[in-house]
């Protein structure tokens, strides 16, 4: 499965945006998916995570009440929804996903991953 990240922008302190992840190539009714984000000079970290079903989600605590994350298999697309963003949410955001795992934070179990969308947050 290909994956194409889109929606990253730049905001002030308190704004929205909204990421989708466009799924081809294969059927993603059986894909778990979930976002990553990297900031400069950091590893890494787990955002968020959906599984193939759309109907279970896990959060970070660090974005929890503030991110939604939701997957509409009718449209192979996965999206995050972020409010009440923080200058520290600034980073680029990927989106990834895999058919054997369901509702992992860990990274490197993920087998598809898209080219990554930046998001700037300024205060």
């Known amino acids: 499965v290909q994956l194409q990240a889109s929606g990253g922008g730049s905001v002030q302190a308190g704004g929205s945006l909204s990421l989708s992840c466009a799924a081809s190539g294969r059927t993603f009714n059986n894909y778990a998916a979930a976002w990553f984000r990297q900031a400069p000079g950091k590893e890494r970290e787990f955002v968020a995570t959906?599984?193939?079903?759309?109907?279970?989600?896990f959060v970070s605590n660090s974005v929890k009440g503030r991110f939604t994350i939701s997957k509409d298999n009718d449209k192979n697309t996965v999206y995050l929804q972020m409010n009440s963003l923080k200058p520290e949410d600034t980073a680029v955001y990927y989106c990834?996903?895999?058919?054997?795992?369901?509702?992992?934070?860990?990274?490197?179990?993920?087998?598809?991953w898209g080219q990554g969308t930046q998001v700037t947050v300024s205060s």
């Open positions: 990834a996903a895999d058919p054997r795992v369901s509702l992992s934070t860990i990274a490197g179990w993920y087998d598809y």
């Open positions: 959906i599984n193939p079903n759309g109907d279970r989600t």
